[in-house]
């Protein structure tokens, strides 16, 4: 299978600013990039590219004065596969885990495992351990948090989501995450591409979605707490300990969001008509101008993913 993803996002800013972006597709997919346009800027400016301790593809650039767009179009393939289930895959005790999944156990920004332990482990303690344990905590935030884009808010925790009720996917795989922590099983928060693929088609605008991995059986796995079913067509493009570590966009400066938009549908090569680089797929969703679900509260000078 095929699959078409991009993105095109303006902002403005009224002096000159730095910034960068973690919005490009995740290095471990290279492999599978059919086609892929580099990131364009509209003005034109100078980029250079880097990989942030987590391992996400950024890019660096100064934002000139006045409206600025940011744009990057791709085809990636993909087995067509929806998220594989493992019922086997086990627990391991943290003596244990590799040295790199013990920072996946620690509290973070949105996550507040020192508040959430008791409760955690009341909920999901007599659960199986493995696989059965993260399913419970899917199924029980799910059916916890309320899902909308009026209810976005960039400063919501994990607890915040669990008192509250309701919440966008950062806040789902927020709270899902803090409950495996403290279950002791490493957990990592994911933003990417996910399209209406093998689903109905969603009526509210495309965005860019969140979803988790736990570390089970050696090797790591995609959850996914606000839809809680296996989906197809997941393209990572950055993984970090929680939404602060992976924002879309981050300025050193204050920025106003003007216009966003974003792709991710199946690519049939022989419906395929001719167009210019710059044209995006049909049933591409646009942002609200100047208020995104992406950026609703967020802190000055960030732009988050929720």
Request: aromatic residues 10%; contains cysteine; glycine residues 6%.
């Amino acid at each position: 299978m095929l699959i078409r993803v991009g993105y095109s996002m303006t902002v403005e800013v009224n002096q000159p600013t730095h910034l960068f972006t973690m919005m490009s597709v995740h290095p471990e997919r290279a492999v599978d990039i059919v086609r892929q346009s580099p990131t364009e800027t509209f003005p034109q400016v100078p980029k250079r590219a880097f990989i942030d301790q987590h391992g996400n593809s950024c890019l660096r650039m100064v934002a000139p004065v006045g409206e600025f767009t940011i744009t990057q179009d791709a085809i990636v393939t993909d087995s067509g596969l929806p998220d594989p289930i493992e019922p086997d895959a086990d627990e391991w005790r943290p003596e244990h885990l590799p040295d790199d999944c013990l920072r996946y156990l620690s509290a973070s920004r949105y996550c507040e495992t020192d508040r959430l332990a008791d409760l955690a482990w009341g909920l999901f303690g007599a659960t199986e351990p493995g696989w059965a344990r993260v399913q419970a905590v899917c199924d029980y935030v799910h059916q916890r948090l309320t899902f909308s884009y009026g209810y976005a808010r960039a400063t919501r925790t994990a607890m915040e989501a669990y008192t509250e009720r309701v919440g966008v996917c950062r806040d789902f795989a927020h709270l899902a995450i803090a409950f495996c922590r403290c279950l002791n099983i490493p957990a990592r928060y994911v933003n990417g591409y996910l399209g209406d693929i093998g689903v109905e088609p969603d009526p509210s605008p495309m965005d860019f979605s969140a979803w988790f991995e736990v570390y089970l059986g050696g090797r790591w796995h995609a959850f996914d707490a606000r839809h809680n079913h296996p989906r197809i067509g997941r393209i990572v493009v950055a993984r970090g300990h929680d939404a602060m570590d992976v924002p879309l966009l981050h300025s050193f400066g204050l920025h106003k969001l003007k216009a966003f938009r974003v792709w991710a549908k199946e690519d049939n090569p022989s419906s395929r008509v001719a167009s210019s680089r710059y044209d995006t797929p049909t049933r591409t969703h646009w942002g609200p101008p100047g208020r995104s679900p992406l950026d609703l509260g967020a802190p000055k000078g960030v732009t988050h993913l929720l």
